[in-house]
């Protein structure tokens, strides 16, 4: 039996991975890399170096694969999506059956960015390939952006007793704030999703993460109507980073009744400061640059 | 400056702790740990063989201190919550100057279930604490409950581009399942929250943690009505497991529309099966009698 394990890796601090994802890799035959062309080879990159930092069996083979693209001609969101995961799964059943062809070891891996829990295709990739070979599935759970921003803002998720909504860019432009929870979290937005929405007094929490090759980092918040920072500017940098949108970025908003956590609150302030240094570490990506190592 | 570490160390898996947490626990002159009565006894031992597998500074310092309870008197239920929070702080700050004038370092630590930034009251009770002392957060992120849960159901969180709410119980209760998102995760709940609502053909994932000293778990999912599984009486079990409220123990529901992860989904119940025998392991309590250490 094939076993295909999905771990978590964070978002893309090797201090992030767990012990659990370190033995889950080192007892991996295959690892299998995605590939998603030049503009975004720092984040195979990263994955490349999470490795190299991780695994120390000499037995585990890192192999690169070519991501299929999604069809930007198929209008429909959900099934250009599903037509794109079909196209993946067959690429990984193939490099699957080509590694077992060559003698290859019955368990394979793939690194996830964040959780394969959240907002992440594969579980849904796995569950096609095992229509074709069977498959046993090992999930391994990894911190998410969400956990990573809180942490840097030194900020609840919730508030007291409170609800939490995670949605997407399209949902929240679609259907506005929704009905009931104190926090909304917003993924998968590429353009400030939030400033589609006239909210006054409402705080918002964001950031950014490192990119490989280039050291960039943000970390800030403010109100969103009227805004203090340069949301709008902030947003669009953030945007721009190709870790932005892979590696999960989250943005955080709450609403101004019972918010606790204010940027009148000193402690909070200083807590930022703080913990915006002890979160980014600019050498990381700057002293490895070795380890971004080609694919052929 | 007293630093204040707020160190997330997941569920009570060991291998689910981060480097950074090691790192962070080592770093303190002080891990403050919670005493919770004899009925909570062994969430204090479970934070303790944490300690010990994890700090290898000699100059840490372990303390076990009583945590204050809850006025039951108190009708109102943020005003209790308040209340409590205010009681804790003056017992943590009460311990940061006792340690300090026995000359002790200024790097304060606690070992926080799950996730500091979910359902958790040590952020607040912190900026309570910084009103009297100044104090600088360092916020190191942890797995949550429903990371680990879905991970060892092997299932998303989210349905394809859906939103996810994260509520309580008592929110499901009084106002019934939200509008909007697709799936639904209930946490701080005592009694199967979701059986309140009658909703045929929504699909409920839920389990619990193994508690110190006596090795449980539970990990099933079925239909919520009609169930073909003694849900009520799982979920009974669950709840009377110490670990469960205080570990943060999540239970998932998915609307049954585009719900990708059916229990007739064969994968689904492989991986299941896999995932549980992953996930738990009864050894790991078991051959640590000794780590139930007794406090002074």
Known sequence: MITVSLIGIGTGNPDHVTAQAVRAMNLAD?????????????????????????????ATRIEGFDLPVRDRATPDYLTRVND?????AA???????????????PRVALLVWGDPSLYDSTLRIAARVGRDIPIMLDVIPGLTSIQVLC??????????????M??????????GWPDGPGTVVVMLDAGGAFTSLYMPHYHIWWGAYARAGQ????????????????????IRKVA?????????????CKHPYGCQFSPLNALSRSARSFSQAAYYDPTFFDQRPERLIKYT
Not at 91 to 105: F, S
């Open 240 to 252: 721009m980073t190709p870790a932005a949108g892979v590696a999960g970025s989250a943005t955080i």
């Open 151 to 164: 942490a840097a803002h030194a900020i609840p998720l919730n508030e007291l007793g409170a609800s939490v």
């Open 91 to 105: 690429v990984w059943r193939d490099r699957i059956n080509a590694h077992l062809e060559q003698g290859g070891g």
């Open 84 to 88: 794109w995961h079909d196209a993946i």
């Open 166 to 175: 995670i949605t997407t860019g399209r949902q929240l432009r679609d259907g």
């Open 30 to 58: 295959l690892i299998l890399i995605p590939l998603k062309g030049d503009d975004k080879a720092d984040l195979a990159g990263l994955r490349q170096a999470i490795c190299e930092s991780c695994v120390t069996n000499p």
């Open 215 to 234: 050291s960039c980092a943000w970390l800030d918040h403010g109100h969103l109507h009227p805004a203090p920072d340069p949301y709008d500017a902030s």
